[in-house]
Every structure is written in C-alpha cells, then in structure tokens.
C-alpha cells in the first residue's frame, strides 16, 4: 500500500481548517450557518489558488533564485486577478441572496478591495508560516540524519585506516624476515606494499605524477610475472623525460588488467604485455598492446569489458576535449592509445 504523499496530507488537512473556520467560525457569531457555507465554498478556491501559487511557484521558482523581478510581477499580476474575481462573485452572486446589505458599498470601493486584498493575502501568510516551518522541521530532520551518516562514515574510515596500517606493519616484516632468508620474496612483498601504499593512499589525489602512475603500474606487473612465470613476458618502456607530466590515479590500471587478462590468462600458450610512454610537444602518449590468440580470445579482447567501459567514461569527465582512445584490432595483437593532452 502506497503511502500518502506528505505534502498533499498537509494542504488536505490546512485547507479542511480553513474551510471549517469560514464556515463555523464566521457563523457562529450569526447563527447563519447555510450561508456563510456558501462564502466558505467561494472563499476557499481563490485562496487555495494564490497561497499555492505563492509559496509552491512563486517563491520557490522565482524569489528564491533571484528572479525577484518575475517574483513581484507574477505576484501582482495574480493578487489583481484573484481579487477582481473575489469580488465579483461576492458582489454579483454573494451577497444580492445572503448578504444584501453590503451591497451598499460600491463593487469597486478602494477601502473594500483592500479589505478583500488582507482576505486573501492573511490566509496565504498563514499557509506560508505553516509551510516554511515544515520545511524547517524536515531540514533539520534531514540534517540530523546526514550529521548521523557522517559521523558513521568517519567512524567507518578510522577502522578501515587501522587495517592497511597492520597490513603494512605485517608485511615490513615479512620483507624483513624474508630478506635474509630469500630475497626473491622479498622482492616481491615490496612490489605488494608500493602497490598497496599507491592504492590506498597516494590515489586519493586528484591527480598523481605520470612517473608514480607508471611505477604502480610495473609492481603490477612484476606481481604479476611471479604468477605467471616465463609464459609472461611483460616490459614498461619510457621514451621520454616525463617528470613533469601529471595524470589522473589508477587509469592506467584497468587497460594493463585488461590486457593481461586477454594477453596472458587466456591463452593456451605464452604471452607479452608491453607499455610504452612518450611525450609530443601538446601531448603524452600512453600505448598498452599484448598478444591475443585467434579465436575465442580475439573476440573477449575486441569487448574490452567494463573496465574498459568506465576507462572511457573518466576520460570523457576528466579530460573533455583533452584526450584520444584508440583500440586497434589485430589478428595477434590487441592495442591500446591513449593520447592526453598537456597545459601550456
């Protein structure tokens, strides 16, 4: 069962009130209560009318964004309609049946208009308190409740700070232990922690130097030779100076997955990953290319997958109009381009 829409429970509710006012309110000073019913039937349309308009479209859409020259012209131009209307029907069919004596006023008697005007503008600033505070009510419930989400977040990242801290301190010393017992394991939890230590910390950034993006990208590559072995062939090639080249963190990672997963993982035999970096007068290229068999593992390298997919969406956010992606297809052989532009 759905549940009512709290706004429209809250005009429900307000606009029942007023209606009971005019009509019970006003007439029990009279007893006349049929007709002060017929007054509360006309008043309430108009006034419903100019509160909503005021407070929902005006305000919101207008006031509010510093449109406040439309705000004021809307807002008289629907204050002199509703009125003119309001007082027409009070003249023309009101009051001749139920209140013949205030006929006595002229229809468009300056000081009755203006009593007409507080009418309708009264209730509105009543509807507008009633409004503004439950908004100010939800708000501060709202707050209240990001203040909680956050306070759990923080709470969240100081226990996930606390593991990589002992994952590291563990790891220092397995390095240790394994330096003078085997070296090569040794090596090895070093290219784990750089590549943790990047990861986790250093990734954080907006951007992050091309050389530290390329230095995480060769522990990759090194853990992944351990695994490996001799059916993997993997070298990093730097053409140029690069020091002064920055990139965004961790978008170099998924084209080098990608291409170990269709170079090497799925191939019956060896396999070669190569990565060259180059620097153009505008321009730093970054090229990915590894071996592919025919076949099966031709066709899963042409998809690319979605790490491929969410490469291209962050280059479109983060470099719009500032970089190149090729792939370029071969029988043996799958390449990627990566072409990004740099500041003058």
């Known amino acids: 069962m759905l549940k009512p829409n709290r706004e429209v429970v809250f005009n429900l509710i307000f606009w029942l009130l007023y209606f009971f006012y005019e009509w019970f309110g006003l007439a029990a000073l009279s007893g006349d209560y049929a007709s002060y019913f017929i007054n509360a039937c006309m008043a309430l349309p108009l006034s419903f009318v100019i509160s909503y308009l005021t407070v929902n479209i005006y305000i919101k859409r ?13 807002q008289i131009l629907t204050s002199l309609i509703l009125l003119l209307i309001r007082r027409n029907i009070n003249y023309y069919l009101i009051f001749p049946r139920y209140f013949p004596f205030a006929r006595r006023v002229p ?50 990242l100081l226990k996930s700070q606390v593991q990589p801290h002992f994952i590291f301190n563990a790891l ?23 590549f943790l230590n990047y990861n986790l910390y250093e990734s954080r950034q907006g951007v992050v130097s091309l050389t530290a993006e390329i230095a995480y990208i060769r522990h990759y590559l ?40 269709h170079g090497v993982a799925n191939s019956v035999g060896p396999g070669w990953v190569r990565v060259d970096v180059s620097k153009q007068q505008d321009h730093f290229s970054v090229k990915i290319e590894n071996s592919i068999e025919e076949g099966e593992g031709l066709e899963k390298a042409g998809n690319g997958g979605i790490g491929m997919l969410n490469v291209q969406k962050r280059l479109r956010l983060l470099y719009p109009d500032a970089h190149e992606f090729k792939i370029i297809l071969e029988p043996h052989s799958y390449l990627v381009v990566l072409k990004i532009k740099t500041s003058k």
């Open 107 to 156: 229809l468009y008697s300056f000081g009755k208009l203006i009593v007409e005007l507080v009418n309708l503008y009264l209730i509105t600033g009543v509807y507008a308190l009633f409004h503004f505070v439950r908004s100010w009510y939800e708000e501060r419930q709202r707050a209240q409740s990001l203040l909680q989400e956050k306070t759990l977040a923080e709470l969240e």
């Open 172 to 194: 220092n010393n397995i390095y240790s232990t394994a330096l003078r017992t085997s070296p090569e394991t040794a090596r090895l939890v070093s290219h784990l922690s750089s």
């Open 62 to 74: 207008y006031y509010n964004k510093g449109r406040k020259l439309e705000f004021w012209v809307f």
């Open 222 to 261: 090194e853990l992944q030779q351990n695994r490996y072995g001799d059916k993997l062939d993997a070298s990093v090639n730097i053409y140029d100076e690069i020091d002064d080249l920055y990139i965004a963190p961790l978008l170099l990672l998924p084209l080098v997955e990608n291409s170990i997963k």
